[in-house]
């Protein structure tokens, strides 16, 4: 691929996939046009994971993660929880209490 079409991948990955947080190193974001159950994925380095923010906070899919990294990415989600499920039903839209 060449590097505009690189480029041109990564802007279009932006706009469907924004970021709603960055904390210790890790990349919280929601990807357009995904599964219905509230959820955000995860990002570092190579890495990724995928957390449920409904009914509880848990770990859908825990990737290339040490157990030590899912701890402290499971205890930012928790306290971040409320914040999410607002970004993603502005993002995705109205499914909060419904």
Known sequence: ???????????????????????????????SNEEERMHIHVVKEDKEAKVWLEPKVEIAYKGDFS???INKIQSIVELYAEHFKKQYQLHIGGRIDD
């Not at 079409?5 to 947080?21: D, G, Q």
């Open 67 to 69: 157990q030590h990294e």
């Open 1 to 31: 691929m060449s590097k505009i079409c690189r480029t041109f991948a990564a802007e279009i990955e932006v706009a469907m996939s924004p970021t709603f947080l960055k904390d210790k190193g890790y990349s919280f974001k929601i990807y």
